[in-house]
């Protein structure tokens, strides 16, 4: 038939959905939403259901503003930060020059690239997986995107640094993408103070621990706004529903739960790391949830397959990347992550 699009798919990762399972695999959180988010899921009046959700989010854009500091127009809601990921791409980035991204980041910005006909280039990262910033820096681009803290590494690059980027680049929008920023990185947030140029995008899904909810969220200058509201509208202009609205409104006013719960996984996680450490690994520095590690005396894929034969699911990318070598494992509770260094251990 004409007509019909080619196009590879971004690979997600697998959502087992077995009982008794450790599933660290995709990011998830390892606690259940605040208790509030419970109470509002069963005080929620399903006769509100025969009418559409809001167009412009403002309960949730004025918490949210209060919480960061920020004013309710520089807020968009959106489907999980995928949708607003993908919003941001098809309006700013629509001139010649190819936008920049690392090699290695979230898989997903090459998928939307490819889809929506923008021209890319994708930077390396250095040999130990820093975006190195210089080659952001003088280079004729249509925009870039970057991860801060970078997914799959978990490094985290700082502020100082992402501002010398934002302000070499004012006539391209700088995307960053802080889906994992509340374990422990700086955020761009001060930056849009100075620039216009700058668009942060944010989830629920991570440090909210509601990726089932389907909540994200962007932060960015009125002129940004202006554009992304508009081709919200000329697209899908209903895309939050309004159970996930008033779920994510009873998360944002639980700061004290989120930061604790969230302070739990970042103990965890270093203490994870250098459990694995201990036994020879290479585990790159994070300041997210998850972590990446390049197993010693035995190769990723090998590890992959026994940790999933004792029911434990970690992401590994295979192919022959450099990330071949490498695991991805989420930061699940203390006691989930004990009995991974135990099923590991008795590899040995
Ligand atoms: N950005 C990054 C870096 C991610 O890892 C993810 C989750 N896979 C997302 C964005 C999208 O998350 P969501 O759509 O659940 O908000």
Known sequence: MKGLRKIAPYVAGAQPQEKNIIKINTNENAFAPSPRVIKALSDFDANNLRRYS??????LRDALAKNLGVSRDQLIIGNGSDDIL?????SFFNSDAPILFPDVTYGFYKVWAELFRIPFTEVDLSDD???VTSDYIGR???GIVLTNPNAPTGIHKTLDEVEKIVAANQDMVVIIDEAYINFGGESALPLLKKYENIFITRTFSKDAALAGL???????????MAVLNAVKNSYNPYS???VAERLALAATEDVAYYAQVNHEI?????????ELRALGFDVLPSQTNFILTKPAGISAADL??????????????GGTTRLSDYLRISIGTQDEMAKVVQVIGDVF
Request: aromatic content about 18%.
């Open 54 to 59: 809001s167009l412009t989010n403002d309960d």
């Open 86 to 90: 993908a919003l941001a791409f098809l």
């Open 129 to 131: 997986f820093e975006i």
């Open 140 to 142: 004729d681009n249509g």
């Open 214 to 224: 389907r909540v994200g969220y962007g932060i960015g200058s009125p002129k940004l």
């Open 240 to 242: 939050v529903d309004m």
């Open 266 to 274: 970042a103990e965890t996680r270093d203490w994870f790391s250098d």
């Open 304 to 317: 992959f397959a026994f940790l999933q034969s004792k029911k434990i699911y970690v992401r590994y990318f």
